[in-house]
């Protein structure tokens, strides 16, 4: 196992948790150390990075970036800096950001992308057309057309549909590289919480 395998599998179960189950927390941090990652691995290469072009897009420093991307995930594993402190609900907006941007750095870094994620950033896209422009419009229009006037429980019930479709294979979302190295562990937790 090397860090684009660990990436890979904490971005992959981050997406089945946002799909199939409801707990944002388990979602934010698996898709948030996702992302630094495949971050760290874009350091050494001469690609941008997601977290550079945001900083660049705010005139601020990627640290500050960093730092408010990480907020929530220090809260929940860092007990000892404040004890008595809280925090507001993590959204599912939030986690759809800090997956979207943890998709971005993976495909980047590893130059190829795993089937699941090409369909989560077409549902991203059809869901928050305002923000993505025509970032995988056409994919999205395709595979998740009028997404973004459901309800989230019909864009989740959308999202498992065409994951447990037995024709996905068929469906190509990024480029034919795709990396189906952990699809059997796709499949075998797809099955579960297929139901709304």
Known sequence: ???????????????????????????????????????????????????QMVADTYGCSE?????????PRNFMKHADHDPNA???EVSNA??????TSACIDYLMAAKRSHLIMGLYLAWYSAIYPNLTGKFYRREADELFPNLATMDEK??????????SSEHIASVVVNDLRNELTD?????????HGAIL
């Open 154 to 163: 019909g864009q989740l019930y959308a999202a498992r549909a065409l994951a």
């Open 86 to 88: 809280i925090m507001d």
């Open 94 to 99: 939030d986690c759809d950001a800090i997956i």
């Open 1 to 51: 196992m090397n860090k684009l395998d660990v990436a890979r599998r904490q971005l992959l179960a981050a997406i089945h948790t946002r799909w199939y189950l409801d707990e944002p927390l388990a979602v934010y941090t698996l898709a948030a150390n996702a992302r630094e990652v495949a971050d760290a691995l874009l350091k050494n290469t001469p690609h941008e990075r997601l977290i």
């Open 63 to 71: 640290k500050d970036v960093a730092d408010l991307i990480n907020k």
């Open 183 to 191: 699809n059997y562990r796709w499949v075998s937790l797809r099955k």
